[in-house]
């Protein structure tokens, strides 16, 4: 049981140049959510998903695309990388159940953008 | 929109000491809360989870406890140890969109021998 798999582990793009960053669960979990963390900041989040097909915005979406396509995974696109975008991100899933809804969160993907 | 606030920001004891974090929230109206270790460079590491309905829960050494009348949480550490250092994080969720967490921005505890 692999839990919660992000990849790459570190990574270093140049301003404008696009990427994604990769998230999967293997826990049948409907919930999934990007977070970063920046120092002094705290974890904020990006976006968030309840389920195949369906996403929502967090708090600083800006500058970041998701989509849903299936229960597993869920990629987070930055679209034109920023220097502002320097930052460890973190995917995480969970269940909706009445009796957990303990939240699982990967390793993180350290990102430096030049 | 949920607040998180973690007190203190930074905690430094030597072994042996029982230790308490606070955790504090503003919205009652929380689902659950759960509690996290994050080493340095590392992911986070689930502890305890307390349910809305639960008072408190225990996991060994450490033990959480949930009054959402006052909107707190404490994380107790009894006989800490030197590899209890690392960031504890507490966060909660509300029961309209579970799938979202609001994070304290951690408590940094250093166990020294």
């Known amino acids: 049981n692999a839990g919660v798999t992000q990849t790459p582990k570190f990574q270093v793009l140049k301003t404008g140049q696009s990427m994604t960053l990769q998230c999967a669960q293997d826990?049948?979990?409907?919930?999934m959510s990007w977070y970063r963390q920046d120092p002094g900041m705290g974890l904020r989040l990006i976006h968030y998903s309840v389920g195949a097909g369906i996403t929502d915005q967090g708090e600083v979406p800006n500058g970041y695309n998701v989509s849903r396509s299936t229960t597993e995974d869920f990629p987070l696109r930055l679209l034109s990388a920023a220097p502002s975008q320097t930052s460890v991100y973190f995917c995480?899933?969970?269940?909706?159940?009445?009796?957990?809804?303990?939240?699982?969160f990967g390793q993180g993907t350290r990102l430096t953008v030049v | 929109k949920q607040e998180v606030t973690q007190i203190p920001a930074a905690l430094s004891v030597p072994e042996g000491e029982n230790l308490v974090l606070n955790c504090s929230f503003t919205?009652?109206?929380?689902?659950?809360l759960q509690w996290f270790r994050q080493d340095p460079g590392k992911g986070l590491t689930s502890l305890l989870l307390?349910?809305?309905?639960?008072r408190e829960q225990t996991s060994g050494r450490l033990n959480a406890s949930l009054d959402k009348s006052s909107g707190r949480s404490t994380l107790y550490i009894a006989a800490s140890q030197p590899g209890d250092s690392a960031t504890y994080l507490c966060?909660?969720?509300?029961?309209?969109?579970?799938?979202?967490?609001?994070f304290g921005r951690g408590t940094q505890l250093t166990v020294w021998p």
């Open positions: 995480a899933s969970s269940s909706p159940s009445q009796t957990n809804t303990e939240a699982f």
């Open positions: 307390i349910q809305s309905s639960q």
């Open positions: 919205d009652s109206a929380i689902y659950n």
């Open positions: 826990m049948n979990h409907e919930y």
């Open positions: 966060a909660a969720n509300r029961g309209s969109t579970l799938g979202r967490l609001y």
